[in-house]
């Protein structure tokens, strides 16, 4: 039998825009041999660049990433295929003898990684169709009504407005005809590595945090966010993807449609964001175990202040 291995992996977790990138780039250099592993839902995409806070090749600082830039923006990519990949990359990292870190915002991934899904059935893309047809004539809030009707026990732990989720769980039970919250306890067992996460999350002023993340959005759209968004339409991405559903590319979309003007295209992005950011808040808060920093990853004393809680 092969001796278990009891070194940690890593986790930095926060908000967008809370300098999750700079942080975790610091602590890959301060244990001198860190491997970080993307955990953001957007940036796994290829083609889409200007809105997701991919790390430059100067932001990566000569450390290794992984998990970025290498699925195709027209895949219906889901957190169950991310936890797939990401433990694979936990593996070869640790061949290597060296440290797995995992930097993102997308709660939902890191939890489908230490807590895995059950085997629910492959997605109907037609069900999915007409789930989204719906979601744009009435609203998410409409069907996450149903879905308080149907399996009030998932509906009491997501929001109104989580589309992604809502109409997962909804998907679930028109395919097999069982709640989702009866499916849910049939989970895969976790993987060797679960418990050895070690999870730091970032919690910088809400304020500051709000400003950067209006300045972040103002230049998406200067440095070419339109233009982007146009050449993937023409490249025959649909709307309704998840690559374009993301922040950001969804109010151009609607612009695109004529749906609204390019002002109200911006701040409606500024506004989702800061929803988001505050979303991704509350959800770290509800998870066990976490570690929290009081402020931005960017600041030299936040890092230091990591590195002395690993000592």
Known sequence: MTEKNQKPIYSIVGPTASGKTEIGVALALYLGNGEIINCDSVQIYREIEIATAKPTEQEKRGVPHHLIGYVSPQVKYSAADWATDAAQKIAEIEQRGNVPILVGGTGFYLRSLRNPFFDSPKTDENLRARLSKIKEKKGAEHLYKILQRIDPQSAAKLYARDYVRTSRALEVFFQTGKRFSELQPNRAA??????????????????????????????????GLLEEVKHLREQGVKDDTNALGAHGYRRVCEYLRGER??????????????????????????EPDILWLEGFGSDGKIQEKLFKLLS
Not at 194 to 221: G, M, S, T, V, W
Not at 261 to 273: F, G, H, I, M, Y
Not at 277 to 282: D, G, I, L, W, Y
């Open 190 to 223: 976790a993987p060797e590595f679960a418990d050895r996460i070690k999870i730091f999350a970032l919690n910088p002023p809400r304020a500051a945090l709000y400003e950067k993340i209006n300045a972040r959005a103002e230049i998406h759209f200067k440095n």
């Open 261 to 286: 003007d390019l002002a109200s295209a911006v701040e409606q992005t500024k506004q989702d964001v800061r929803n988001y950011a505050k979303r991704q808040m509350s959800w770290f808060r509800r």
